[in-house]
C-alpha cells in the first residue's frame, strides 16, 4: 500500500504518512468532517447525458445484483488543485453515505471513482473488503478500462467499462449462489417495507430527528 | 324437177365431206410433232422456296397469285411452280407456263432493286471460322478505312454488302447520328478476318471518330458473334458490366434469328441503335463548364469473355464481362452466400448465448469473503488503496 499523497509505501496501522503526513484528518481543511450523502452516479460536473445515466442506473444494478456486497459510486466534479482524484476518493468512500437500492451495503465493499472532466484526471479507492481479496494492480486495471472512453468524452462508457471490469476482477474470486425467489416470505422474512430497505415516507419524517442516518448506522 | 333430184345428192355428198374432213384434219394434227408436257416435266420447287412467303413483288402481278377462287387450278399451274422460275432465275425456256413469266421480261418493266428484293436461293449454311483460321486485315484495308469521309457511317471498303442493304443502312445510321448522342461507325470485315491488335480506330474514316464521341462496330460478316464494339469512355464508364453485357448479348440474339448475312447486319444494327440510345440516359449530361467530349479519344471495348481477343488493341481498354454461366463466378456467390449463412449462424448463437449467460447471471449472486484489514491513514472504510491517472 502506498500513499495516495506521495506514493510512499504505508504500513499496517500507519495513522499517516510518514513523509508528507497525508491522512484522512489532514483533508479535514477542504472538506470538513461532516459526512456527505453521495448517489452512485453523482454527476457535479454536468458531463452526463441522460441516456448515458440511464444505461449507467441499470449497469450498475446488474453489478450489485451480481454482487450484492459490493457497490460502485462515480463522482464527476471540479476538483481543487491541490488534491489528486485519488485522495478525494479516499475521503469520499471514508465520508460517504451512498445511497444504494441495498442500503445495508459497507463502505469496504465499495468502489469509488472520481472524474474530473476539466482536469482531464481520474481516480479510484476501494474499500478494506476488496483490497485484502483483489491484487495491488486492480486499481491501475480498473482506470485503464475507463481511459479509452474518458479520452473521447464519452463517460456513460467509462462507467460501463469500470463495472465491466470490477465485475471481471471480482468473480473469480466470489461464491456463485442462485438467487431463490419465492412469493412467500421464509421464516426469517422481515415483517414490513423497511426491512427490505423501504422506509415509509411518513413514518421517515416523524423518525427523522430520533434515528441516525444511514452513513451513521453503517458506523 | 332434174335440181329437185340432183338436191338429195349433193346434200349426202355434203353430209358425208363433213366427217371425212375432220377426220383428215385430226391425222393431220397426229403428225405435227407439238411438245406434250407432262407433270413430271416441270422444275420442281426446292422445299426451302415452297415454304416462302410470297414476296412483295407478287402483289404486282394479282393474276399469278393463288386467289381465294383459285383452288381449281391445277398442280401444273400452281403458282410456286409458276414462280419457280422467277425466283430461281432459270431461263425458263421449258417453262409450261410459258415466258411471259421469267425473271428477263420482268425486268424490262421492274426495276432492279425490286427484282433483287426476291427471296434469293437458299444459301449454304455459314461455317463459323475457326480462331487458328482467323487472320488480320491487311494494311490496304486499313487504308482504305482511314481514307473513307468522316460523313460515310457505314465503311465497306471491300463491297461485302448488297447495295440495298447499303443504302438501307447508311440511311439508318444517318438518322441514328443525327437523333443520338454518340454516332455509330460500322467497319464491315470479312467473315475469316479481324482488326489486328495494332489497329487504330481513331484515325479510321478520316479522322471522324476522334473528333467526337462515336460508338465504333468492327462486323465481321456471316459471325456477329465476333462483332466488336468499342464504346465512348463517358458511356463505357457510366454502364455497368451487366447493362454492357445484356447490350452485347441482345444485338448477337436478334442478329443470330435470321439466316441471311445481310439480315443479320441490319438486325444487329436496329438493336445497337436502340441499345445505344438506352445507354444515353446512363450517361451523365454534358454541362457547358465541363471538358468537351469531343477531346476525348479514348474508346474501350466491351467484349464478352468468351469473344475476348488474345490481345487488345494497346489504344483500348478491355473489360472483361463475365458470362452467365461462369463456374468462378457461380462458385464465388456460393461462398459468398454460405460465409454470410454461417456468419448469420454464428451471430444468433452469440446473440442467444449472451442472453442465456445474462439470464443465468440474474439468477446467480457472487458472494465475496469477508476479510479484515487494519486500518490505515484514519480511514474506517478505506486505507487509501487505489490510483489515479490523466486521460488527456
Given at each position: 500500500?502506498?500513499?495516495?499523497?506521495?506514493?510512499?509505501?504505508?504500513?499496517?496501522?500507519?495513522?499517516?504518512?510518514?513523509?508528507?503526513?497525508?491522512?484522512?484528518?489532514?483533508?479535514?481543511?477542504?472538506?470538513?468532517?461532516?459526512?456527505?450523502?453521495?448517489?452512485?452516479?453523482?454527476?457535479?460536473?454536468?458531463?452526463?447525458?441522460?441516456?448515458?445515466?440511464?444505461?449507467?442506473?441499470?449497469?450498475?444494478?446488474?453489478?450489485?445484483?451480481?454482487?450484492?456486497?459490493?457497490?460502485?459510486?462515480?463522482?464527476?466534479?471540479?476538483?481543487?488543485?491541490?488534491?489528486?482524484?485519488?485522495?478525494?476518493?479516499?475521503?469520499?468512500?471514508?465520508?460517504?453515505?451512498?445511497?444504494?437500492?441495498?442500503?445495508?451495503?459497507?463502505n469496504e465493499y465499495g468502489v469509488v471513482c472520481v472524474v474530473d472532466p476539466a482536469a482531464g484526471t481520474v481516480g479510484t479507492a476501494i474499500g478494506y473488503a476488496l483490497e485484502s481479496l483483489l491484487a495491488e494492480t486492480a486499481p491501475t486495471m480498473i482506470l485503464q478500462a475507463m481511459v479509452p472512453a474518458l479520452s473521447h468524452a464519452e463517460y456513460g462508457g467509462a462507467i460501463e467499462a469500470a463495472a465491466t471490469s470490477v465485475s471481471d476482477l471480482l468473480r473469480p474470486l466470489a461464491i456463485a449462489r442462485p438467487i431463490t425467489q419465492s412469493l412467500s416470505p421464509g421464516p426469517h422474512a422481515g415483517s414490513?417495507?423497511?426491512?427490505?430497505?423501504?422506509?415509509?415516507?411518513?413514518?421517515?419524517?416523524?423518525?427523522?430527528?430520533?434515528?441516525?442516518?444511514?452513513?451513521?448506522?453503517?458506523? | 324437177?332434174?335440181?329437185?333430184?340432183?338436191?338429195?345428192?349433193?346434200?349426202?355428198?355434203?353430209?358425208?365431206?363433213?366427217?371425212?374432213?375432220?377426220?383428215?384434219?385430226?391425222?393431220?394434227?397426229?403428225?405435227?410433232?407439238?411438245?406434250?408436257?407432262?407433270?413430271?416435266?416441270?422444275?420442281?420447287?426446292?422445299?426451302?422456296?415452297?415454304?416462302?412467303?410470297?414476296?412483295?413483288?407478287?402483289?404486282?402481278?394479282?393474276?399469278?397469285?393463288?386467289?381465294?377462287?383459285?383452288?381449281?387450278?391445277?398442280?401444273?399451274?400452281?403458282?410456286?411452280?409458276?414462280?419457280?422460275?422467277?425466283?430461281?432465275?432459270?431461263?425458263?425456256?421449258?417453262?409450261?407456263?410459258?415466258?411471259?413469266?421469267?425473271?428477263?421480261?420482268?425486268?424490262?418493266?421492274?426495276?432492279?432493286?425490286?427484282?433483287?428484293?426476291?427471296?434469293?436461293?437458299?444459301?449454304?449454311?455459314?461455317?463459323?471460322?475457326?480462331?487458328?483460321?482467323?487472320?488480320?486485315?491487311?494494311?490496304?484495308?486499313?487504308?482504305?478505312?482511314?481514307?473513307?469521309?468522316?460523313?460515310?457511317?457505314?465503311?465497306?471498303?471491300?463491297?461485302?454488302?448488297?447495295?440495298?442493304?447499303?443504302?438501307?443502312?447508311?440511311?439508318?445510321?444517318?438518322?441514328?447520328?443525327?437523333?443520338?448522342?454518340?454516332?455509330?461507325?460500322?467497319?464491315?470485315?470479312?467473315?475469316?478476318?479481324?482488326?489486328?491488335?495494332?489497329?487504330?480506330?481513331?484515325?479510321?474514316?478520316?479522322?471522324?471518330?476522334?473528333?467526337?464521341?462515336?460508338?465504333?462496330?468492327?462486323?465481321?460478316?456471316?459471325?456477329?458473334?465476333?462483332?466488336?464494339?468499342?464504346?465512348?469512355?463517358?458511356?463505357?464508364?457510366?454502364?455497368?458490366?451487366?447493362?454492357?453485357?445484356?447490350?452485347?448479348?441482345?444485338?448477337?440474339?436478334?442478329?443470330?434469328?435470321?439466316?441471311?448475312?445481310?439480315?443479320?447486319?441490319?438486325?444487329?444494327?436496329?438493336?445497337?441503335?436502340?441499345?445505344?440510345?438506352?445507354?444515353?440516359?446512363?450517361?451523365?449530361?454534358?454541362?457547358?463548364?465541363?471538358?468537351?467530349?469531343?477531346?476525348?479519344?479514348?474508346?474501350?471495348?466491351?467484349?464478352?469473355?468468351?469473344?475476348?481477343?488474345?490481345?487488345?488493341?494497346?489504344?483500348?481498354v478491355t473489360v472483361t464481362v463475365p458470362p452467365t454461366g461462369d463456374p468462378v463466378l457461380r462458385w464465388v456467390v456460393f461462398v459468398l452466400c454460405l460465409l454470410a449463412a454461417i456468419g448469420t449462424a454464428i451471430w444468433h448463437w452469440m446473440r442467444s448465448w449472451k442472453r442465456s449467460k445474462a439470464r443465468r447471471q440474474l439468477k446467480t449472486a457472487w458472494i465475496l469473503p469477508e476479510r479484515d484489514l487494519p486500518q490505515r491513514l484514519g480511514g474506517a472504510f478505506s486505507g487509501g488503496a487505489g490510483a489515479w491517472t490523466r486521460f488527456r
Amino acid at each position: 500500500m502506498k500513499c495516495p499523497h506521495c506514493s510512499t509505501t504505508i504500513e499496517a496501522r500507519q495513522p499517516a504518512c510518514h513523509k508528507c503526513g497525508f491522512s484522512l484528518a489532514a483533508m479535514q481543511p477542504f472538506f470538513g468532517d461532516q459526512w456527505v450523502r453521495l448517489e452512485r452516479l453523482t454527476d457535479a460536473a454536468h458531463c452526463l447525458r441522460l441516456a448515458d445515466r440511464h444505461k449507467a442506473e441499470m449497469t450498475l444494478d446488474d453489478l450489485e445484483r451480481a454482487f450484492p456486497q459490493v457497490f460502485v459510486a462515480f463522482y464527476f466534479g471540479s476538483l481543487p488543485p491541490v488534491l489528486n482524484p485519488q485522495e478525494v476518493a479516499f475521503w469520499l468512500i471514508n465520508n460517504g453515505a451512498f445511497s444504494t437500492p441495498q442500503i445495508s451495503k459497507r463502505n469496504e465493499y465499495g468502489v469509488v471513482c472520481v472524474v474530473d472532466p476539466a482536469a482531464g484526471t481520474v481516480g479510484t479507492a476501494i474499500g478494506y473488503a476488496l483490497e485484502s481479496l483483489l491484487a495491488e494492480t486492480a486499481p491501475t486495471m480498473i482506470l485503464q478500462a475507463m481511459v479509452p472512453a474518458l479520452s473521447h468524452a464519452e463517460y456513460g462508457g467509462a462507467i460501463e467499462a469500470a463495472a465491466t471490469s470490477v465485475s471481471d476482477l471480482l468473480r473469480p474470486l466470489a461464491i456463485a449462489r442462485p438467487i431463490t425467489q419465492s412469493l412467500s416470505p421464509g421464516p426469517h422474512a422481515g415483517s414490513s417495507a423497511a426491512d427490505y430497505g423501504l422506509h415509509p415516507l411518513r413514518s421517515g419524517h416523524r423518525q427523522t430527528d430520533s434515528t441516525p442516518s444511514p452513513s451513521r448506522q453503517r458506523r | 324437177m332434174a335440181s329437185t333430184r340432183q338436191n338429195p345428192i349433193l346434200l349426202a355428198l355434203l353430209i358425208l365431206a363433213v366427217p371425212m374432213g375432220a377426220l383428215a384434219q385430226l391425222s393431220e394434227e397426229e403428225i405435227l410433232p407439238l411438245p406434250q408436257w407432262q407433270p413430271g416435266d416441270a422444275p420442281m420447287a426446292s422445299p426451302e422456296i415452297s415454304d416462302m412467303q410470297p414476296p412483295p413483288l407478287l402483289g404486282l402481278l394479282p393474276s399469278l397469285t393463288p386467289g381465294p377462287n383459285d383452288s381449281a387450278l391445277s398442280p401444273t399451274t400452281r403458282p410456286d411452280t409458276i414462280l419457280t422460275p422467277l425466283l430461281t432465275q432459270d431461263t425458263g425456256e421449258n417453262s409450261p407456263a410459258g415466258v411471259g413469266y421469267r425473271s428477263a421480261n420482268l425486268s424490262t418493266f421492274l426495276p432492279e432493286s425490286l427484282l433483287n428484293s426476291g427471296r434469293p436461293p437458299a444459301a449454304p449454311p455459314h461455317t463459323p471460322t475457326s480462331a487458328s483460321m482467323l487472320k488480320d486485315v491487311d494494311a490496304e484495308f486499313l487504308r482504305l478505312c482511314s481514307v473513307s469521309p468522316a460523313s460515310e457511317l457505314l465503311i465497306d471498303p471491300l463491297g461485302l454488302i448488297t447495295e440495298v442493304l447499303q443504302g438501307d443502312l447508311e440511311r439508318f445510321l444517318n438518322f441514328h447520328s443525327q437523333e443520338a448522342r454518340f454516332p455509330l461507325y460500322i467497319v464491315v470485315l470479312k467473315s475469316d478476318e479481324k482488326l489486328p491488335a495494332d489497329a487504330d480506330l481513331s484515325v479510321m474514316a478520316s479522322g471522324g471518330i476522334a473528333k467526337k464521341p462515336t460508338a465504333v462496330l468492327a462486323y465481321p460478316i456471316a459471325e456477329p458473334w465476333r462483332a466488336r464494339l468499342f464504346l465512348p469512355k463517358l458511356a463505357h464508364d457510366s454502364a455497368s458490366d451487366a447493362f454492357l453485357k445484356e447490350l452485347l448479348e441482345a444485338c448477337v440474339t436478334e442478329a443470330m434469328s435470321s439466316p441471311e448475312t445481310d439480315e443479320q447486319l441490319h438486325r444487329f444494327c436496329v438493336e445497337l441503335s436502340t441499345r445505344l440510345f438506352w445507354l444515353e440516359k446512363l450517361c451523365p449530361i454534358a454541362t457547358t463548364t465541363e471538358k468537351p467530349l469531343a477531346t476525348d479519344p479514348h474508346l474501350q471495348e466491351v467484349v464478352s469473355e468468351a469473344s475476348a481477343p488474345a490481345s487488345a488493341p494497346a489504344s483500348l481498354v478491355t473489360v472483361t464481362v463475365p458470362p452467365t454461366g461462369d463456374p468462378v463466378l457461380r462458385w464465388v456467390v456460393f461462398v459468398l452466400c454460405l460465409l454470410a449463412a454461417i456468419g448469420t449462424a454464428i451471430w444468433h448463437w452469440m446473440r442467444s448465448w449472451k442472453r442465456s449467460k445474462a439470464r443465468r447471471q440474474l439468477k446467480t449472486a457472487w458472494i465475496l469473503p469477508e476479510r479484515d484489514l487494519p486500518q490505515r491513514l484514519g480511514g474506517a472504510f478505506s486505507g487509501g488503496a487505489g490510483a489515479w491517472t490523466r486521460f488527456r
